[in-house]
T-cell receptor, first 112, second 111 residues
Framework: DAMVIQNPRYQVTQFGKPVTLSCSQTLNHNVMYWYQQKSSQAPKLLFHYYDKDFNNEADTPDNFQSRRPNTSFCFLDIRSPGLGDAAMYLCATSMDRVWGYTFGSGTRLTVV | GQQLNQSPQSMFIQEGEDVSMNCTSS?????WLWYKQDPGEGPVLLIALYKAGELTSNGRLTAQFGITRKDSFLNISASIPSDVGIYFC???????????FGKGTSLLVTP
């Protein structure tokens, strides 16, 4: 089945230690997104790639970076995780702006 | 992002009852999406609406894109225990890629 796959499902990292979350998709969608979702809140967009073009949301901290080496893969890098970065990180894809907007199962990040 | 007002915040119902929830916006949206999220999982798309006035069903679920383009509702008929979860409305405006989410409706269904 075509889908959005996130690895790992659970990630524990130390305060200040860089961490990378990964996302892959078999939908061949041209747009990939990273959302942050904190407990009991709605997901919040961090940034997205339209093809190779990176688009950062205005209020996304510099601590968060992303890479998209090819159509299928996208990575979220957190350079120096703080306790406040503990959250569920959701990858999503779509064709152009909204068609087939699909989320992965998420990576739950814990910072210790 | 655009503010979406989703109501009710939570619902506690008995199995077999019908459920209705809605979202409103102060801005015009060109897409409305309804998602269900189980604990520890990503949101799963239930229904996507792309045209004002559109009424779409997916099994026991029905959703409509309001004709003013500023609202949408989701109905669930004959609820069952596996309907338990958080339901989010989400939408996009013409100028952006981000999904603007409502705050969610938490649904509990008792057998």
């Amino acid at each position: 089945d075509a889908m959005v796959i996130q690895n790992p499902r659970y990630q524990v990292t130390q305060f200040g230690k860089p961490v990378t979350l990964s996302c892959s998709q078999t939908l061949n969608h041209n747009v990939m997104y990273w959302y942050q979702q904190k407990s009991s809140q709605a997901p919040k967009l961090l940034f997205h790639y339209y093809d190779k073009d990176f688009n950062n949301e205005a209020d996304t901290p510099d601590n968060f970076q992303s890479r998209r080496p090819n159509t299928s893969f996208c990575f979220l890098d957190i350079r120096s995780p703080g306790l406040g970065d503990a959250a569920m990180y959701l990858c999503a894809t779509s064709m152009d702006r909204v068609w087939g907007y699909t989320f992965g199962s998420g990576t739950r990040l814990t910072v210790v | 992002g655009q503010q979406l007002n989703q109501s009710p915040q939570s619902m506690f119902i008995q199995e077999g009852e019908d459920v209705s929830m809605n979202c409103t916006s102060s801005s015009i949206f060109n897409t409305w999406l309804w998602y269900k999220q189980d604990p520890g999982e990503g949101p799963v798309l239930l229904i996507a609406l792309y045209k004002a006035g559109e009424l779409t069903s997916n099994g026991r679920l029905t959703a409509q894109f309001g004709i003013t383009r500023k609202d949408s509702f989701l109905n669930i008929s004959a609820s069952i225990p596996s309907d338990v979860g958080i339901y989010f409305c989400a939408g996009t405006v013409l100028s952006g890629y981000a999904l603007n989410f409502g705050k969610g409706t938490s649904l509990l269904v008792t057998p």
